[in-house]
């Protein structure tokens, strides 16, 4: 009975040790990075990081008859592995998220 619990030990350490991450995680620098919050509510960013992700969006207050609400609009965009870009451009509002994705 004691080398069947050793195997099943061994395996065991070994299922560990392989779902461990592998490689560590690299640290991606931020270019640059912007933020604008005015009294207003209406608020603007965008970054851009090192390894090819480019962020923006602005959005604002909006009275739509006698409610309030908010709108933004922006992009996100990377290169996927393949080298392609992934670009998606966005407009929220009172008709909801309108997304609109590009791959070139």
């Known amino acids: 009975m004691q ?14 040790a392989s779902s461990a991450p592998q490689g560590g995680n690299t640290p991606v620098p ?14 603007s960013f965008s970054y851009e990081t ?7 969006e602005a959005g604002a207050q909006k ?6 609400g908010s709108t933004s609009n922006g ?5 996927t ?9 966005f407009v929220a509002d009172e008709r909801g998220f309108q997304p609109k994705v590009t791959v070139s």
């Not at 080398?3 to 560990?16: D, E, K």
């Not at 090192?50 to 923006?56: E, L, P, Q």
């Not at 992009?75 to 290169?79: A, G, L, Q, R, Y």
């Not at 592995?81 to 451009?89: C, D, F, L, R, S």
């Open 75 to 79: 992009s996100i965009s990377w290169k």
């Open 50 to 56: 090192g390894d090819g992700i480019k962020r923006s």
């Open 81 to 89: 592995p393949e080298g392609k870009t992934v670009t998606i451009t």
């Open 30 to 43: 931020i270019l640059s990075s912007e933020f604008d919050q005015k009294e207003d509510g209406s608020y």
């Open 3 to 16: 080398p069947i619990f050793a195997i099943a030990l061994f395996a065991a350490l070994v299922a560990i």
């Open 63 to 68: 009275k739509i008859g006698e409610e309030s």
